[in-house]
């Protein structure tokens, strides 16, 4: 028995004895649903939401010292630009001009049926945009497809001028609104519906650009044209004006009768034209020396008796005979007399210009030598129906 007791105690010493380990739980992810933050100094907060920083910046010394007039002012119209009446005057105003407006810019306009139809939906537009977007957005399609009827109709008169034309109006102010209300009214097209349609609006009002620029090309080569020919394009009634040269007028009058005729018809051109052709021709070479010798033949005539009859003779030569003529005659046996006289009257006569025109002059006015002159002065239009070959 007492064997078998020690037995059992030694086995019961030796036994091992093996601890439970403590399960460590394994920490959540963070999840701040049950946070509740703390506001430290909540007063300090709360004073600076309520007082307006201006004033926080005037009582700091070292922001009164930055704040400046010119911030001031910055200060001030940030406040006014946050003032609801501002914000209400800085909604879209439309550009499309008003119906009588538009009418007084298009008083050129050829076609008064077109016209009307125009006013009527510009009229439309306007009392729509302002009301019912909607609907103006309708109408102002209608505008511009009314405009490309409306330009077929018109047509490119060279009378027309840049600043009354209307066709520089559509194009460089009505369309420009039209495009600027057509931005604004973007905003209400509905996808669905509406893009499909309005897509085009764009396109169109290019090609209508793209068709008065061909008007006003027309015009403005109608014009260059008219104007090449001597007329005044914006004055139907004005008198063509016709470029004649300064040098070798006379030439170009007796080669162009009918050009001269149309200066003469030109007020602004006749006296101009009159003057240079008097001068030209009594100051053209040897005509002066011309005159000047039948003034001295005059002269001789009363002076010497006995010559007087030949004298009368070569006078009347000079007058009406040509180079040939007073050559035939210097030879003949009845003017040996006077050859000297015949002599000098030849050689003034062949270095005369226009020879046969100042004697066909002095046919028409029946006077000769300096006095000449001023019987043309006195009388220009004879002297201009003799140069342009009209009685």
Known sequence: MLVAGNLLGIFMVGKAV?????????ERPFNDEDTEIQVVDTEHVATYCRDPLEKLANDDPVIERVLDDNIRKDIEVQDEDDDIGVRTRERYVPKMPLP????????????????????????????????????????????IRQLRYWILAQDAEP??????????YVRDHFIPAIASDYKELERYFTPETDLENFRRLPMEMAILVSELNTKVDQIHRAQEKLR??????????????????????????????ELAQKVLDNPEQRDDLIFKAWNELFQSKGVPEFLSLQDKLAQSIDMDIQKKDMLVKLESLIKTSSITDLMQELDAP???????????????????????????????????????????????????????GTS
């Open 334 to 388: 009845e003017n040996s007399a006077i050859r000297s006289e015949f002599l000098e009257a030849l050689n003034i006569s062949r270095d005369t210009s226009h020879l046969d025109l100042i004697q066909k002059i002095e046919s028409q006015y029946g006077a000769s030598g300096v006095s000449l002159t001023t019987k043309v002065i006195d009388d220009p239009q004879s002297f201009m129906n003799l140069l342009i």
């Open 18 to 26: 093996v601890k439970k380990l403590k399960k460590k739980e394994k």
């Open 159 to 168: 009378t027309l001028d840049d600043e009354t034309s209307h066709f520089l």
């Open 228 to 257: 090449a020919e001597g007329f005044d394009p914006l004055d139907e009634e004005a008198a063509q004006f016709i470029e004649y040269p300064d040098s070798g007028l006379i030439s170009w009058i007796l080669e162009n009768p």
């Open 100 to 143: 009588e407006d538009f009418l007084s810019q298009m008083e050129c306009s050829q076609d008064p049926t077109q016209l009307h139809d125009l006013e009527l939906s510009v009229r439309f537009y306007t009392d729509a945009i302002y009301s019912n977007q909607e609907m103006a957005k309708v109408f102002l399609m209608g505008v």
